[in-house]
């Protein structure tokens, strides 16, 4: 299976991408990326021989070989994304809006997916995203505007969206430079206060990284076709239920 990967330098995305390279039957990892992951990035031995990385600048515009050659992958999770704290409504919308359904109108134009086999295209959103758009906070009404608009672009289509919302996660105390590097100072303070508390008081709204990242992965492989939206607990419920990775 070939799977195309955004956001790989933030912390889900880096965390979808180690994800990859651990599943055997994820041949072929394509990263569609601004910049090349970062040099302090910690990464399976296997990393080089399994990933091609497209240096692309412009996530509103693909020339058809590159779509072409994007749809010739068997799916897509895009988790390209940030948080909204200092913001315009107008800037965070071209990133998780305008961005999102670029690349989604491109895979449509050139036939993405067959009816054998469909290409599949998760969606990294967020808990409390609102499709109606009537949420007082403007990430979740954005956000929600990709949820509702998505899967009516890939009506009738061979591309099937499944929309995932991970709860607050933060990077892996297994990697020392992920911690360093993805988060300010302020933030590893804030996340070593909440972690104890979420995991403890309201687990539904706590995403532990490697279980959002083998979810996802799962996702785009096909695990669990058959519902459009999964929330934080249907996460941390269904990822129990997959066989552990041989050491």
Do not use: C
């Amino acid at each position: 299976m070939r799977l195309i990967l955004t956001g790989v330098t933030g912390v889900a995305g880096l965390a979808i991408y180690r994800a990859t390279l651990t599943d055997t039957s994820v041949s072929n990892v394509t990263l569609l990326t601004r910049r090349p992951v970062p040099s302090w990035a910690q990464l399976p031995p296997n990393a080089t021989e399994k990933t091609e990385t497209i240096l692309h600048q412009d996530f509103k515009t693909y020339p058809i070989d590159l779509a072409q050659k994007l749809a010739e992958h068997d799916g897509l999770v895009w988790a390209l994304g940030r948080s909204a704290i200092g913001m315009s409504e107008e800037a965070y919308t071209e990133l998780t809006y305008e961005y999102t359904m670029s690349i989604a109108r491109a895979l449509k134009d050139v036939g993405a997916g067959s009816k054998e086999r469909p290409f599949r295209f998760v969606y990294i959103s967020g808990e409390h995203a609102d499709p109606t758009g009537n949420s007082a906070q403007m990430w979740a009404r954005v956000k929600g505007r990709v949820e509702r608009e998505l899967p009516e672009l890939f009506e009738g289509t061979n591309v099937v969206a499944q929309v995932f919302r991970p709860g607050y996660f933060f990077p892996s105390k297994k990697y020392a430079g992920d911690r360093a590097n993805q988060r300010s100072r302020a933030l590893r303070a804030v996340d070593v206060v909440l972690s104890p508390v979420l995991g403890t008081f309201t687990p539904d709204l706590y995403a532990p990284l490697e279980d959002l990242a083998r979810f996802a992965v799962e996702l785009a492989k096909g695990t669990w076709p058959g519902q459009p939206l999964y929330r934080n607990a249907d996460m941390r419920r269904l990822v129990k239920e997959l066989p552990k990775f041989a050491a």
